[in-house]
């Protein structure tokens, strides 16, 4: 998965990664894919060196930590990430990141398909 950032802002850039955070938490199970996406992500926001990397990933493990602990706060935390995406190519983008982060096990538990259908609703992807 690439990630294509040139018309995000910096906030817009933090809510996707923030989204995807939430995405990849949403069924307890962490996948070596998901980390990697997460690096690739962390690369193109231009986090190049591994210590920034892991600095932001912190950062974003810590805003993102309070939503994780119940379904609807996390829902509700991803209906207003989503708000930061204006276009409709950054919608789908955001989408197709958080859709792959959720599918990545080959499991979609009953709680992402939910927030996934919720997402497309949004988003109209």
Known sequence: ???????????????FLDLLILAMYADGNLSAVEDERLQKLLKAMGHVDEIDRQREFDAAVTRTRPFV????????QTLLLIKAFTTRRQHQQV??????????DGHVSSWEDALLSELRLKLKV
């Open 95 to 104: 989408f197709t990141a958080v859709e792959g982060f959720m599918t990545s």
């Open 1 to 15: 998965m690439e990630f294509d950032l040139t018309d995000f802002s910096t906030a817009q850039q933090q809510a």
């Open 69 to 76: 602990e119940s379904i609807q706060r996390a829902k509700d």
